[in-house]
């Protein structure tokens, strides 16, 4: 089974931020938080990825707790394109969740 | 960014051949493949790993003799479909990873076994 867990679907509003969770209680001290976007019938596209400290890029956010039990993922004006399924992940288990369905409504 | 080839990216074929899917990472060196399956509006299935130059190792489930991977060398990593049948029609995708903390996908194979 994944070492994550994600809400199954979210919406947002086209130009607000979208903030997406994912738990990993159980990611071990060396272990990478990556997250990816699948748009239909499309490989994995990479969004960014982090151990410990708080990340961004061109692309998102990423928000790691303390205890890096927890992520967050923050698309920070989101656009109709960016509607997909988000995936975070664990990269030494490299297993998929569920993921969660970003719906960007305008 | 790092990028991975997979080819085909659509195949057909008829059911009892066997189909091969390519996957090769074009500007580093692969250590570890992964490979996915993924059915309709469902997530990506990790099928099995594979380090180069060794065996692969397979997820619970999945037969090995049916899904043959070969990682012969740290830029190329095949997966052969023996036998296909309609039931193994479904979207392949390979992940490259050259180390601890990186991995990178790519497009998929949709497969259609008639």
């Known amino acids: 089974d994944a070492k994550t867990t994600q809400p199954t679907s979210m919406d947002c509003a086209e130009g607000r931020a979208a903030n997406l969770p994912c738990n990993h209680s159980t990611i071990s001290g060396n272990e990478y938080v990556y997250w990816y976007r699948q748009i239909h019938s499309q490989g994995p596209q990479y969004i960014i990825h982090g151990l410990k400290n708080n990340e961004t890029n061109e692309m998102a956010s990423l928000i790691i707790t303390e205890d890096r039990k927890s992520s967050t993922l923050i698309l920070p004006h989101a656009t109709l394109r960016d509607t997909a399924v988000y995936y975070c992940i664990v990269v030494e288990d490299m297993r998929f969740g569920a993921g969660t369905r970003l719906t960007v409504k305008p | 960014g790092a990028v991975v080839s997979q080819h085909p990216s659509r195949v057909i074929c008829k059911s009892g051949t066997s189909v091969k899917i390519e996957c090769r990472s074009l500007d580093f060196q692969a250590t570890t493949m992964f490979w996915y399956r993924q059915f309709p509006k469902q997530s990506l299935m990790l099928m099995a790993t594979?380090?180069?130059?060794?065996?692969?190792?397979?997820e619970q489930g999945v037969e090995k003799d049916k899904f043959l991977i070969n990682h012969a060398s740290l830029t190329l990593s095949t997966l052969t479909v023996t036998s296909a049948h309609p039931e193994d029609s479904s979207f392949y995708i390979c992940?490259?990873?050259?180390?601890?903390?990186?991995?990178?996908f790519g497009q998929g194979t949709r497969l259609t076994v008639v």
């Open positions: 594979s380090n180069e130059g060794s065996k692969a190792t397979y």
């Open positions: 992940s490259a990873s050259a180390g601890v903390g990186e991995a990178f």
